[in-house]
């Protein structure tokens, strides 16, 4: 039968495009395979994740200890390094082939190249770089309820509504909006890579995930590109979305920027091993590097601790570190929004106050 991505009822499962990069899984699948499961749970299907590459067979079964009921496998030598075209003709095969109803990509260098790429050859939707979703609508409902001003309780929403709900932040962070693809499937969505938590991993649920060798069709005619060479940059990037500890800088350094730099370093390296990141003016202003830029257009970060120094606390600050387990707020000015959010809240001038917190760690790590 033809595939048509209107005929909705013929679609089923929720999917998860994993991504290797030289035979490795990557963070996102895992974070992604976890929240999956959850929408799974919700709509009552299989959460399956769906893995291309070359010689992948084997990897494929720790998605599993993450919450995949199975893998679907696309190994062929063609699929050793990403490439538009390859990916998106087997990714878009299998999914004509099998008609899954969800299909979710981690929003990262590929992911943003191959998911709107496949909306267009599947006819379907796609919501780009999602923070937040939900299938189930009592679900929904307290998302809104925990974090929106609507008022929940006037509103006629259709409890029965199965439409995937994308959230994400629009124009400039200033709202956020909640997008469905009611006509079309699968309902696609690039996830933002470090905004869903990684379940624990299971072991015996990793032994019990199922995976299918899925047959890949690739002819010469299919790639318009080849991969002559790899070259990896070797700038050193920061890791920051892995990172337990943050000790994060905002233009509250301006006036001895390089001292203000040092002094998060050390406070980092006291707290035990920290990095330093910084708001986007920080990062404009060429103080710090681009990897290190937490917010809606850098990077989305949850560490154990993340220390904000001079940082206003503007919106699309928050919308990256928010999530953080302790917030610690180090600001001049007892009003600035960063307070909001914080657990434990310091005014003062960070000169004065940073060395003192970083006396008082040593001090307490000797006394140990
Ligand atoms: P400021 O707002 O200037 O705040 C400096 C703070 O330092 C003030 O609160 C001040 O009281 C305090 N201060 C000054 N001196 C001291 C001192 N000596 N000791 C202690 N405190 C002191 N921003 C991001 O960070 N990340 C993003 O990803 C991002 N994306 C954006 C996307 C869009 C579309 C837009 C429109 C904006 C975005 N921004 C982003 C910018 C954001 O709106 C703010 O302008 C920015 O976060 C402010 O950075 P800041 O807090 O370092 O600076």
Same mark, same amino acid.
């Given at each position: ?23 490795? &899984? ?18 009552? $299907?299989? +959460?399956? !994740?769906? +893995? ?8 494929? =079964? /720790?998605?599993? !200890? ?16 990403? *490439? #538009? ?15 899954? /109803? ?5 929003? #990262? #260098? ?5 998911? %709107?790429?496949?909306? !267009? ?42 439409? +995937? ?12 909006? *909640? ?44 790639? =318009?590109?080849?991969? &002559?060479?790899?070259?990896?940059? *070797?700038?050193? @990037? ?61 990077? @989305?970060?949850? %560490? ?27 600001? $001049?000015? $007892? ?27 040593? /001090?307490?790590? *000797?006394?140990?």
């Amino acid at each position: 039968m033809a595939y048509n991505s209107a005929n909705i009822e013929e679609f089923h499962d929720i999917w998860v495009f994993c991504e290797q990069r030289d035979g490795k &899984l990557q963070n996102t699948d895992f974070e992604l395979i976890s929240e999956a499961r959850k929408l799974a749970d919700q709509r009552g $299907s299989k +959460l399956v !994740g769906v +893995l291309l590459g070359d010689h992948v067979e084997g990897i494929a =079964k /720790e998605l599993g !200890g993450y919450g995949a009921d199975k893998v679907i496998v696309c190994d062929d030598p063609s699929l050793k390094v990403y *490439t #538009t075209d390859a990916y998106a003709k087997v990714l878009c095969d299998v999914v004509m082939d099998k008609k899954p /109803e969800v299909l979710l990509i981690g929003a #990262t #260098t590929i992911g943003r190249d191959l998911g %709107p790429r496949c909306a !267009g050859r599947l006819h379907t939707g796609l919501t780009a770089d999602c923070t937040h979703l939900d299938i189930d609508m009592n679900t929904y409902v307290q998302f809104l309820r925990d974090a929106s001003t609507i008022d929940v309780d006037s509103q006629n929403f259709d409890m029965a509504d199965t439409n +995937l709900k994308m959230t994400r932040p629009a124009f400039g962070g200033h709202l956020m909006a *909640t997008i469905i693809c009611p006509r079309f499937r699968p309902c696609m969505s690039t996830v933002r890579p470090g905004v869903m938590k990684k379940a624990e991993f299971d072991q015996a649920k990793a032994d019990a995930c199922e995976v299918e060798m899925y047959p890949v069709h690739i002819s010469a005619d299919d790639l =318009k590109t080849k991969v &002559l060479e790899v070259v990896k940059s *070797t700038k050193k @990037t920061v890791d920051l979305v892995g990172a337990d500890i943050i000790v994060a800088v905002g233009m509250g350094i301006s006036k001895d920027v390089e001292k203000g730099k040092k002094l998060a370093e050390e406070l980092a390296e006291a707290l035990g091993g920290g990095v330093v990141a910084g708001s986007r003016p920080t990062i404009e202003n060429g103080w710090l590097t681009e990897d290190r830029q937490v917010g809606q257009t850098g990077k @989305t970060v949850h %560490p154990k601790i993340y220390v904000a120094l001079g940082i206003s606390g503007a919106i699309q600050h928050k919308a990256g570190m928010q999530d953080s387990d302790l917030i610690i707020a180090v600001n $001049s000015n $007892s009003a600035a929004p960063i307070f909001e959010v914080a657990d434990y809240g310091i005014v003062g001038d960070l000169f004065d106050v940073v060395p003192k917190m970083i006396s008082a760690i040593n /001090e307490a790590k *000797t006394a140990e």
